[in-house]
Every structure is written in structure tokens, then in C-alpha cells.
């Protein structure tokens, strides 16, 4: 598999290059950039349309998403916009009977982010290369692991952290520092917290409260990323160990009010992440 995705790679170069064309093109701005964390349940995410926005995940199935200003979404997950993704990620999945009679289906939600990313051409979309030619327009950019020579890439292998590549928020992070961000609010991203929580603002159940679990959560990367970016986590009512920090009610001036997932995705929606059996999602 890895030999296969690196002549992918390797014929694809040019793909690559036009994410170059983008580095620093936000010079001295700032952003927020959105996990899916459960912490968004008490987040009127109006709030945050401000600053332009990276969001990782799936807040873009949030009814309020309209109100953001998002201008990047980053899904580098290899394979997950193609109708391979059941087959070769099986294994892993929630639910072992997944695949069965899926061979050449595209999951759910992938199917559903393949359809947001060609409705919406105002938006750029950093996807993993395995992806193409399942998913390809103007708003699309790659990325890759295997070619370090890239000028994203270059970045993250200064981070000292290259072993996380391909991991949403790193990228995210790593993203913000290539386009000439300034500073960064996180949102949404709990195990940055203190105490951290688990579960989705899209699931409908209680998170875990930890209070040990993730205290020296991406505490590597975090220390490199922030001699270059200012980076600062907003959270529901806690701290953060490894970061700067300030409260939803301090950043927005707001009470933090709670809503179910019921009110924060269309029935639609709620339908597409419970059929996806493979993710095991509680919705």
C-alpha cells in the first residue's frame, strides 16, 4: 500500500505545487480554527465570524456554519473521499459488518463531503493525495506525507512532530503558520483543555470529563507551533495545561448555553452520520 501511494505521489507532483501559490497569503492575520470537540454544544458559533476560519471535522454539517467566515477546510484522512474508504479502513471501524456488500459505495459522510466540497467553490479544501481523482476542482489542494520537499511539509518537519502528519489539527495548525497567520484560536478542540472532555458536538451523549488523560496532549508540537504563531485555546469553563487560554464567556462576553445535537444539525444530517456504521457515531 505505501509503495502504491508514493508512485501516486510521485506522478501527482505537480498537484502538490499549487498549495505553494497560497503561503502567506494571510500575513499578520488571525483565525480560529474548530475541532469537533463537545465543547461547541455550549459555543454559539455565531460568534465566532470575526476572523476567517480553518475548521477540521464536520462543523460544516452545523446549521450556524453559514455564519462563519471559513475559508479552509482540512480533511487529510488518505482515501476517505473515495468509494475505497470502507474496504481498506475496515479493520478499524466501529462496526466490523461495515463493508459488507460496499465494495466500489462511498460511505455516508464521505459521500457528503465529496457533495459539500463541489457546492462550495468559495471554500478551499486540503485533502490527502489518495483522494484524487475522486475528489479535484480550483478550491482543492493536496497534501502528502512522502515529499518533505514542499513548502508545507518543510514547515511541519520544523515543528519536530513529522510522525503526526496526517493528523487533522496538527495539519490545521501547521496550515495557519504557511498562510501568514498571526494568531490562532482554537475551538472546539477539547483535549487541548483542562480537564479535557470526550465525545462530538454532533453525538448525542455525555462526554467523559478526564482530568489526567490528555494532559500533555501534542505538548511537543504545541511547544514548537508557538514559536511561530501565537496560539490561544478557548474553553467551555476550564484551563489548558499547554497553551494559552480564555473562557468562552471571557472571549465573547457570553454565557455558554447548551443545546443537543438535535438542535444543531438538520434531520438530514443527523441521518447521514447515523448511517455511517463504520464511525459508530451516537446520534
Known sequence: ???????????????????????????????YIFGDGVSIKHFNIKNFSNFKSIVCGKLYLHNDFEYLNCKYIVNCDPFFITPFFLNLKNKHGADPNSKNKKFLTYDP???????????????????????????KG?????????????KLN??????????MFGQTLPI?????IFLGFKKIYLVG???????????????????????????????AFFREATKHVKITTITLDGVSKNLEYITYKEFTNTDPIYYENIKL?????IRTLSSSKWFGYKT
Open 1 to 31: 500500500m505505501q509503495s502504491l501511494i508514493y508512485i501516486l505521489n510521485f506522478f501527482l507532483q505537480n498537484k502538490f505545487k499549487r498549495l505553494n501559490s497560497l503561503q502567506n497569503i494571510h500575513s499578520n492575520e488571525i483565525c
Open 109 to 135: 459522510i464521505s459521500l457528503n463531503l465529496k457533495n459539500f466540497i463541489d457546492e462550495n467553490e468559495n471554500i478551499n479544501f486540503l485533502v490527502d493525495i489518495t483522494n484524487y481523482p475522486f475528489v
Open 138 to 150: 480550483n478550491n482543492v489542494f493536496y497534501i502528502s506525507r512522502f515529499f518533505r520537499e514542499y
Open 154 to 163: 518543510k514547515i511541519f518537519s520544523k515543528l519536530n512532530s513529522y510522525e
Open 172 to 176: 490545521a495548525i501547521t496550515l495557519a
Open 189 to 219: 478542540c477539547d483535549y487541548t483543555h483542562f480537564p479535557s472532555r470526550n465525545s462530538h458536538w454532533f453525538e448525542n451523549q455525555l462526554p467523559q470529563i478526564w482530568y489526567k488523560k490528555h494532559l500533555n496532549h501534542m505538548k
Open 265 to 269: 444539525l438538520t434531520e438530514n444530517n
